[in-house]
């Protein structure tokens, strides 16, 4: 959805530069992930949806890491770098350098606020157009609000200044409305008053919040508008605000999933990435993980305790405790329970793939059948195809993978091993405990016969004293009492 104000220019900046030392972690703390897309692919994806002229990321920790993001997240957009000068407000100040020619007003949006809604970024540029304002906040009001800058009125409720915690004194730490770090500017004030902040506070930074307190000095409005929200005004400093954030975003999404007319059965285990795509009456069983670009046809069941990475599933299918991952699951087909596919696995329409069953790299024909206990890798199967219990395709000769192709209509035994390269023909069967080396003709029936051999007395001469050779003597001896009588009664 694209939101217009009005006919003014509406440029964004949002801020990617720093490197998040609480997180405690090796990746930037903005390339940290939630419903299946870094944090601040969240952020360029909700300023993208308010159709703005321009946008412009700042980035500075792991440049290049950032930078790749946020391309990936939205090719058209201005990646800037911040030099060595710390703070918000000289990141805003080389973002401006990069709208040299814009006249209009500025979105500042922080790239660790992943949950604001377009919608509400919306209405605070309309509320800052409609009051004439320098600068509008978007601020939120907190039962606690260690750790966030304040938001600080004057006697009539108009903002005087923002206060950083540290800064703060005891009565401006008690504070309840706190600022959310999305601002709107008019370009104009926002170039003539940010050249005049210094970095004279407890951090040695820039900061972009000394912006307001210079506003009202030269008598200019500053407004700030509450978000509806607090808790998407939020941004995230640690694991701790990763995980609600995660949570929060989750429950936003199946609940737009239900509301879809998807059946969901119990949303607090049920995780659901904001790129995948439901159909009405899909059902989504408790502990399922449903992640990045997957689609799941309509009537389809899915689950319990599932999980499917980028995967396809068609209309009626039934995926049960299933791990799934770049597999395309066709129509009406049935896949689980304990099945794990890998990477390249295709089940056609009103296909199987049954309990412990690994498939990689694999087509698996419509109304074809691997029912369990088996290993299909790098293979084709054709359509009507029964594959017995614990078939493997050894496709990996220690040098190179080998493909196994086996034709329409095919019937196998259990315990059979392929050993690729190798074809099965068309219609043809193989017997039990068969390991087929050699291609199989149409309708041929393929063996590996060896006769049966019998060594009498083996446990008890070898496993003397066990319980096995214990038992054995009895039977045997019960064995000769029976086959004594028989003979006498002859």
Same mark, same amino acid.
């Given at each position: 959805?694209?939101?217009?104000?009005?006919?003014?220019?509406?440029?964004?900046?949002?801020?990617? /530069?720093? $490197?998040?030392?609480?997180? !405690?972690?090796?990746?930037?703390?903005?390339?940290?992930?939630?419903?299946?897309?870094?944090? &601040?692919?969240?952020?360029?994806?909700?300023? %993208?949806?308010?159709?703005?002229?321009?946008?412009?990321?700042?980035?500075?920790?792991?440049?290049?890491?950032? /930078?790749?993001?946020?391309?990936?997240? /939205?090719?058209?957009?201005?990646?800037?770098?911040?030099?060595? &000068?710390?703070?918000?407000?000289?990141?805003?100040?080389?973002?401006?350098?990069?709208?040299?020619?814009?006249?209009?007003?500025?979105? +500042?949006?922080?790239?660790?606020?992943?949950? %604001?809604?377009?919608?509400?970024?919306?209405?605070?540029?309309?509320?800052?157009? $409609?009051? @004439?304002?320098? *600068?509008?906040?978007?601020?939120?009001?907190?039962?606690?609000?260690?750790?966030?800058?304040?938001?600080?009125?004057?006697?009539?409720?108009?903002?005087?200044?923002?206060?950083?915690?540290?800064?703060?004194?005891?009565?401006?730490?008690?504070?309840?409305?706190?600022?959310?770090?999305?601002?709107?500017?008019?370009?104009? @004030?926002?170039?003539?008053?940010?050249?005049?902040?210094?970095?004279?506070?407890? $951090?040695?930074? !820039?900061?972009?919040?000394? &912006?307001?307190?210079?506003?009202?000095?030269?008598?200019?409005?500053? =407004?700030?508008?509450?978000?509806?929200?607090?808790?998407? /005004?939020?941004?995230?400093?640690?694991?701790?605000?990763?995980?609600?954030?995660?949570?929060?975003?989750?429950?936003?999404?199946?609940?737009?999933? $239900? %509301?879809?007319?998807?059946?969901?059965?119990?949303? =607090?285990?049920?995780?659901?990435?904001?790129?995948?795509?439901?159909?009405?009456?899909?059902?989504?069983?408790?502990?399922?993980?449903?992640?990045?670009?997957?689609? +799941?046809?309509?009537?389809?069941?899915?689950?319990?305790?599932?999980? %499917?990475?980028?995967?396809?599933?068609?209309?009626?299918?039934?995926?049960?405790?299933?791990?799934?991952?770049?597999? +395309?699951?066709?129509?009406?087909?049935?896949?689980?329970?304990?099945?794990?596919?890998?990477?390249?696995?295709?089940?056609?329409?009103?296909?199987?793939?049954?309990?412990?069953?690994?498939?990689?790299?694999?087509?698996?024909?419509?109304?074809?059948?691997?029912?369990?206990?088996?290993?299909?890798?790098?293979?084709?199967?054709?359509?009507?195809?029964?594959?017995?219990?614990?078939?493997?395709?050894?496709?990996?000769?220690?040098?190179?993978?080998?493909?196994?192709?086996?034709?329409?209509?095919?019937?196998?035994?259990?315990?059979?091993?392929?050993?690729?390269?190798?074809?099965?023909?068309?219609? *043809?069967?193989?017997?039990?405990?068969?390991?087929?080396?050699?291609? +199989?003709?149409?309708?041929?029936?393929?063996?590996?016969?060896?006769?049966?051999?019998?060594?009498?007395?083996?446990?008890? !001469?070898?496993?003397?004293?066990?319980?096995?050779?214990?038992?054995?003597?009895?039977?045997?001896?019960?064995?000769?009492?029976?086959?004594?009588?028989?003979?006498?009664?002859?």
């Amino acid at each position: 959805m694209t939101h217009n104000n009005d006919d003014r220019s509406l440029a964004v900046i949002v801020l990617a /530069a720093g $490197q998040g030392t609480r997180m !405690k972690s090796s990746t930037p703390k903005v390339l940290h992930r939630i419903g299946g897309r870094p944090l &601040v692919g969240h952020v360029i994806d909700t300023a %993208l949806a308010l159709g703005p002229d321009r946008v412009v990321v700042v980035v500075r920790h792991e440049r290049d890491l950032v /930078a790749g993001a946020v391309v990936d997240a /939205a090719p058209g957009v201005v990646v800037v770098d911040q030099d060595e &000068v710390p703070g918000t407000g000289r990141a805003v100040e080389l973002a401006l350098d990069a709208l040299d020619d814009f006249t209009g007003d500025v979105l +500042v949006l922080s790239g660790d606020v992943p949950l %604001l809604e377009a919608d509400t970024l919306a209405s605070l540029v309309a509320a800052h157009r $409609q009051g @004439a304002a320098a *600068a509008t906040v978007l601020s939120a009001v907190l039962d606690d609000a260690t750790g966030y800058g304040r938001i600080i009125r004057d006697a009539d409720g108009s903002v005087t200044r923002i206060v950083e915690q540290k800064d703060a004194t005891e009565d401006e730490a008690s504070v309840h409305e706190i600022n959310a770090g999305v601002y709107v500017f008019e370009v104009q @004030a926002l170039r003539a008053h940010l050249s005049l902040v210094g970095t004279a506070n407890a $951090q040695g930074e !820039k900061y972009l919040t000394d &912006v307001v307190a210079l506003l009202r000095d030269s008598r200019l409005v500053v =407004a700030a508008a509450s978000a509806p929200d607090a808790a998407a /005004a939020l941004g995230v400093n640690d694991r701790v605000q990763l995980s609600e954030a995660a949570r929060l975003l989750n429950a936003r999404t199946v609940r737009r999933w $239900q %509301l879809e007319g998807v059946t969901i059965l119990d949303p =607090a285990t049920t995780w659901i990435d904001v790129d995948v795509t439901l159909a009405p009456d899909v059902t989504v069983l408790p502990n399922t993980h449903l992640l990045r670009a997957t689609s +799941v046809g309509a009537g389809a069941l899915i689950g319990p305790d599932t999980s %499917l990475v980028t995967c396809e599933v068609g209309e009626n299918a039934v995926v049960t405790r299933a791990d799934a991952t770049l597999a +395309v699951i066709g129509a009406g087909a049935n896949v689980g329970p304990f099945a794990y596919l890998r990477p390249g696995t295709y089940l056609g329409d009103k296909g199987k793939i049954g309990t412990f069953v690994e498939t990689k790299n694999s087509t698996i024909g419509e109304r074809s059948k691997v029912p369990h206990l088996s290993y299909i890798g790098d293979t084709t199967i054709g359509s009507g195809v029964n594959l017995g219990a614990g078939a493997i395709t050894a496709n990996y000769d220690d040098l190179t993978k080998h493909r196994t192709e086996i034709g329409d209509e095919v019937h196998t035994g259990s315990h059979n091993v392929f050993v690729a390269p190798v074809r099965i023909g068309d219609g *043809a069967k193989t017997g039990a405990g068969a390991v087929i080396r050699k291609d +199989v003709p149409a309708g041929a029936l393929a063996l590996s016969v060896a006769p049966q051999r019998n060594v009498e007395g083996w446990v008890e !001469k070898n496993r003397p004293g066990t319980g096995a050779a214990d038992v054995a003597a009895k039977a045997r001896s019960a064995q000769k009492a029976d086959d004594g009588a028989q003979e006498e009664d002859r």
